[in-house]
């Protein structure tokens, strides 16, 4: 008779493998520049259009952009804090 599988029923977690490791970490250090840069082409891509539109040449695009990478340094120092507090525990 087989046995039922007691990770998929919330027993116990299935232990987990150097390399599901390293790739989880590969992952995340691939992840983490995308957010950056998505971040400022968003806040910049905005800005350039605002500035278009009310015709302020530079200045919604710097602002914008500028948000943007505050924005994304916030995301990256927030993903970071959590994952080092998953592996601290």
Known sequence: MA????SA???QAPQETPGSRVARQFAAAIELPFVLVADVL???GIGYWLDE????????????GGLGLVAGMMQI???LS???????S
Do not use: M, Y
């Open 9 to 11: 029923k919330g027993g």
């Open 42 to 44: 968003i806040g910049g």
């Open 82 to 88: 959590r994952r080092g507090a998953k592996n601290g």
């Open 3 to 6: 046995q039922p599988d007691k």
């Open 53 to 64: 539109r009310f015709h302020t040449s530079p200045l919604f695009l710097l602002l914008l």
């Open 77 to 79: 120092l927030r993903a």
